[in-house]
């Protein structure tokens, strides 16, 4: 028979399993299965037996076991995922993760520390202060070197006769030459963007197109995880065949459904998943192997799932 922890041994297997998300200073540690009390950083004291929490549960308020998808992502994995995004540009040393929206402590080599959302972060966004470093940068241009720098990217499509350049927080006027007059950042319009109505023009017709695709069939909306090549993420789509759609692609993750809705409205299945894709930016997730879909890809979809739950199986 093995020797009886201490209450100190509990906590260090505790925290070896968990890290820093939780607080032991409340345990009295009797024997295996007589429930100790646990502090979570972001629900509170709850009680669990010492065998169950060595075993990996968490936290019940964070754990959406309907889903049977961990919604608890400790320090470690979390630290692992940025340096992916930004490399070893930043230290972690105190950052304390405790879910995707609840801001963590990063520290920048250059200025210091800073407050951030993880999803944020996990999404490349970095160090405010070096951010308004490039755009202090970006304004030092003129209304001239702006024109440029855009019709190196747009051609001539667009008509710059009224663009007043201030700095890169201004908007500008740019004449579309199918739609007329639009207001927008310099450096939006430089990185890409265009005359909004044009994509919505284009949005429209990709619907279309699609919907014409599905006329007789039934359409999918789906939610899987792929785990593989080290990592572990959720994808959604829109298919009318889930297993065709991935008997090409992604060969090297497992894939499993999470959440599958069908309809013969191919036009509702096409608005959920642009209505998903755009609810649920903070949790999108960019995997270390581009694919094609890589853009429809979270971290985090049990937000995900309940929404879609509560509104068709009401």
Known sequence: MPAKLTTAQFIEKARAVHGPLYDYSQVVYHDSKSKVAITCLAHGVFYQSPNCHLSGQNCPSCSINTYKINNTVCATSFIERAIKVHGNIYDYKNTIYIDATTLVEIRCAVHGLFKQKPAKHLRGHGCGKCGNSRLTSLSAKNTGSFIEHARKRHGDFYDYSQVQYVNART???????????????????????????????????????????????????????????????????????????????????????????????????????????????????????????????????????????GRFNS
């Open 171 to 309: 908007k500008i006027v740019i004449v579309c030459p199918n739609h007329g007059p639009f207001e927008q950042l310099p450096g939006h319009h430089t990185a890409k963007a265009g005359c909004p109505m044009c994509m919505r023009d284009v949005r429209r017709c990709v619907k279309n197109s699609w919907m014409a695709k599905q006329r007789g069939r039934q359409a999918i909306f789906y939610i899987v995880e792929l785990e593989g090549e080290g990592e572990k993420f959720y994808k959604t789509g829109i298919t009318y065949n889930i297993k065709k759609r991935f008997e090409s692609g992604e060969k090297s993750y497992k894939v499993s459904v999470m959440f599958k809705y069908a309809s013969l409205d191919s036009g509702l299945i096409y608005d959920l998943e642009d209505e998903v894709l755009n609810k649920f930016k903070h949790l999108r997730y960019r995997p270390a192997k581009l694919f094609s879909g890589h853009t429809e890809c979270f971290f985090d979809v049990s937000p995900i799932i309940m929404l879609l739950n």
